[in-house]
């Protein structure tokens, strides 16, 4: 069970932690100090909601066919990972990343929640990486292990958001500098190719 539980905090930790608009607004509410705890949970349980469709979404309606295509499955996320790893390699070697957010006026509590709700669900990657990709992954694991994994998914995206939206202030100064995102990058895409490695030889690609 602890190996599935850090597959899925790991593989979610992975996937989330790249930065995007979502993130970005994440950050700037926390720099700014405005509803940091309802828009850090908001994100939090989104994922969760996602994750739990998708892995529980995949065993209802193709548990047999993923049974019989284990193989092609787990190949096709660890070549799905490994691009994402290539990805994040070219951002860390040829970007210049940098963390621009400006401070504005105070906004109230539901128009905050609207935007990071347009800045969740209109972004087709979240689909892709939580309810596809994630949801994908988790057939390898059965049983109670999978509940390992879907929680180890869900609380990478609890950790992730809250201690990015309260250390922001902290970590704003520090994200300013393109060096970082190249040490972040390179991170992600270690962890992507370990896990993508992992897939590949579970499918008999390796």
């Not at 069970?1 to 996937?15: D, H, N, R």
């Not at 988790?138 to 609380?155: D, I, M, R």
């Not at 993508?196 to 499918?203: D, H, M, P």
Request: with cysteine; aromatic share 14%.
């Amino acid at each position: 069970m602890l190996s599935a539980f850090l597959t899925g905090f790991f593989l979610g930790l992975s996937l989330i932690v790249a930065i995007g608009t979502q993130n970005a607004f994440v950050l700037r509410q926390g720099i700014i100090g405005q509803h940091v705890l309802y828009v850090a949970l908001f994100c939090a349980v989104s994922d969760t909601l996602l994750i739990s469709l998708g892995v529980t979404g995949i065993s209802f309606f193709l548990n047999n066919l993923v049974s019989e295509i284990s193989n092609i499955l787990f190949g096709f996320s660890a070549v799905w990972l490994s691009g994402y790893g290539i990805l994040r390699l070219t951002v860390a070697f040829k970007s210049y990343t940098t963390l621009d957010i400006e401070t504005s006026s105070s906004t109230g509590l539901l128009p905050t929640l609207s935007i990071v709700a347009v800045l969740t669900f209109a972004n087709p990657h979240v689909y892709l990486d939580t309810m596809i990709l994630i949801g994908s992954v988790s057939q390898q694991f059965p049983g109670e292990n999978k509940l390992a994994y879907v929680l180890g998914a869900s609380l990478a995206s609890f950790v992730f958001f809250f201690s990015l939206a309260y250390g922001a202030k902290l970590l704003a100064p520090i994200m300013k500098r393109p060096f970082s995102w190249r040490i972040l990058d390179c991170l992600i895409a270690f962890i992507m190719f370990t896990i993508a490695f992992k897939l590949a030889s579970a499918g008999n690609w390796l």
